[in-house]
């Protein structure tokens, strides 16, 4: 039985043989297919059926490769996401900061172009805050003593008139509004050149202009300017606008309310004006002049008295 199975197993060529018949039959068969295309069915056959076998062998290893770049592009997308916050952050801090630089630059700009024609040296204050009594109109600016500011200096925003300092401190002064009660303004009505004074009203931001008769030729639209007569402010200033003017004939003086021009509010710097305002150039009179000239005219007078005294004595 044993040796009937060594001849069963031992039949055929042996296994040199058959390696070498296979051989060149592979090599027949890639000629073939390389000269002849002869396998191309063949090829897309199997390519077929081992198409659905190879990506079904191939999900797993997908899937676990899809849900790793998920999770790190959910990683990706989060810092990317905190990262652009941060930046959007910076840039909208930095944008605001921009804004509020050419803001500034707006309102300095403003003080050299309104006020170049006055030729006078001023100082460039920021408000820092309103003065703690809530019932006076103040503010309090960054300057003091030490960069020359003086009581009863001057202040002007870009627009016009804003105040008058009333205390000064070493590093900061304190600004008293022109719409305070204990204010006024020497003013001048552009429209007719009628000379007048505005006083702070102490209510809603405005001014008034007391005294003026109610024949006076005033109408609401006119604008007041600094006429200059006070040695405080210079002349030509915007001061205000006239809102309401009550002319009654039962009073001897009308009833005038102006808004005034200068927005304090709106506005984060200021300019104090350190020299005085430059007064009228009056004619300054000669004392030595005078009295030569009124020698001469005294004795013109004598000289006709006695003229007229001879022709007296010689008439009669």
Known sequence: MAAYQDNFFTRGPSPLARATFFSLLAVAVMIADHRFQALDMVRIGVSTVLTPVETALQWPGKTAHNIAAYF??????????????EQLLTLTAEGQRAKLIASEQIQVEAFQAAYARLN?????????????????????????????????????????????????????????????????????????SLRAVATGSGREGTVEMPFIPVAADIQVGDVLVTSGIDGTYPAGLAVATITLVDKNPAFSFARIIAQPTAAPDHYRFVKVLLTPSAATAYPQVDVTSSDKVGEKAATRRESK???KRALRERER
């Open 72 to 85: 790190g592009d959910q990683t990706k997308l989060i810092a990317d996401n905190k990262l652009l916050n």
């Open 305 to 307: 008295l006695e003229a």
């Open 120 to 192: 006078r040296d001023g100082v460039i204050a920021e408000i820092v805050r309103d003065a703690r009594n809530p019932f006076a109109r103040k503010i309090i600016i960054n300057r003091g003593i030490a960069q020359g500011i003086k009581s009863g200096a001057a202040v002007i925003d870009g627009i016009g008139v804003v105040g008058q300092v009333t205390a000064v401190g070493a590093t900061s002064a304190e600004v008293t509004l022109m719409t305070e009660k204990d204010q006024s303004v020497p003013v001048m009505v552009v429209r007719n």
